[in-house]
């Protein structure tokens, strides 16, 4: 397709500038994105670690089958089959202080009679703690998780407190209800088959970030990396100059601007605009191993309860470990030398490895501004696609999607973004 019509300048090249620079590329129009950094992808992304001698994710992420618009962005930039998962959903669980294991089966029909079944449910629960969480449906703004649900007991152990660090990166009590409830009413609530797990087979990179670049790139489009905006000026009510930090763009009147940074860029970009601050560090811990060493099974991962690691996830012959809200949990401080010893003995315990199994080498990965501050007070101020300069709209995990900041969340402020930018021309 020919690319014609005025063009979009994309800033930032994340999830959220790559769904919007896509969207607009399959519109037909003219693309150019613009990356502060040497790489694209942003808190999604690959790169070679030399110590592991592999190239790893920044962090382990996981998609649900119910994440339709990530699963629609893959099938357009021709990436779908990069994702695989089992046809049923498991979720599978070990708690280290007494050893229990257990896999939580939803059934793939609408109608969730895994319920009432023990032996796909948590140990020890029962059918009203599950509809207890309906609550959540009717949670006004200014309540947390934990103003909704119960905060001790089995299912607060073994479910709210796990799946609200892994879904919001914070514990129940400062995580909104509402953004939590969004996520089950996209997934759980429209039954099994939409919250199967799905992993990247060679990871992030290759599956949300190459791709989507190579289809821009293909269809008129291009990108600049090493590209930072430092500013822009506003004339007549829209932008008219981009400043970069070793350029100047200008943009006439009827081209657009994608401002997809991340949060703590928004804020530092539009200091006039009240948004959500970064928040909540996450920790990744990867481990080079001995291939044989892997569990053979799937789902590759496993949720870990009474330990400092949450999720082990394993692929090739790496063994990786998230820490969501490490932060907040008091589990960022201690360096690498402390931390790799500790969280290889809570791997060996969890996945049933010998006493005397070891890992070639390890790297842990502390990202300090996972995502944004999805508190109650903090989501009513999340910004709006449109602004009030009239070329100018916002993409971005912190833009109100209604979504928490999540590769979902990201694409979908993208494709808004992407819309906005069309429905102005
Ligand atoms: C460790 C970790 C684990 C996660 N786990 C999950 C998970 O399991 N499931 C899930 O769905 N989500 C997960 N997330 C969240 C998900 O990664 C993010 O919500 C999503 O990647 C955000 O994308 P974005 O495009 O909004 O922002 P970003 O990825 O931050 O992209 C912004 C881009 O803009 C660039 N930029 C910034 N400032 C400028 C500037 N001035 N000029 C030019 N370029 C600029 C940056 O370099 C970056 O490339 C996780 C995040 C982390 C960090």
Known sequence: MQAEGPRCHVIGAGLAGLSAAVRLAEAGRKVSIYEGAAQAGGRCRSYFVARLDRTIDNGNHLVLSGNHSALAYLETIGARDALTGDPDPEFPFVDLATRERWAVRPNTGLLPW??????????????????????????????????????????ADRFWEPFTLAVMNAPPEQASARLLWTVIRETFLKGGARCVPQFTRSGLGPAFVGPAVS??????????????????????????????????????????????????????????????????????????????????????????????????????????????????????????ETMLPALWSEIRQALDLAPDCTYRAGRIVKEKRATFDQSPAAIVRRPATRTPVANLMLAGDVVDTGLPATIEGAIRSGEMAADAALARA
Not at 221 to 240: K, M, S, T, Y
Not at 269 to 278: K, N, R, V, W
């Open 114 to 155: 895994w319920v009432l079944k023990p032996d796909r449910r948590i140990p020890g629960t029962t059918l009203s703690d599950y509809l207890g969480g309906a609550a959540l449906a009717l949670a006004g703004p200014q309540r947390s998780v934990a103003d909704i649900v119960p905060s001790r007991g089995v299912m």
């Open 215 to 336: 289809y821009v790139c293909e269809r008129a489009g291009e990108i600049r990396f090493g590209q930072r905006l430092l500013g822009f000026d506003v004339a007549g009510g829209a932008i008219a100059t981009l400043r970069f930090r070793e350029a100047e763009v200008s943009v006439a009147e009827e081209e657009t601007v994608v401002l997809a940074v991340s949060p703590a860029q928004l804020r530092a970009l539009l200091p006039d605009l009240d948004s959500p601050e970064p928040a909540g560090v996450i920790v990744n811990a990867h481990f080079g191993v001995d291939q044989a060493v892997l569990p053979d099974r799937t789902p590759p991962f496993l949720g870990v309860l009474n330990a400092s690691t949450q999720w082990i996830f394993w692929r090739d012959d790496v063994i990786s470990i998230t820490i969501s809200a490490a932060g907040a949990l008091g589990l960022d401080r201690d360096g690498e």
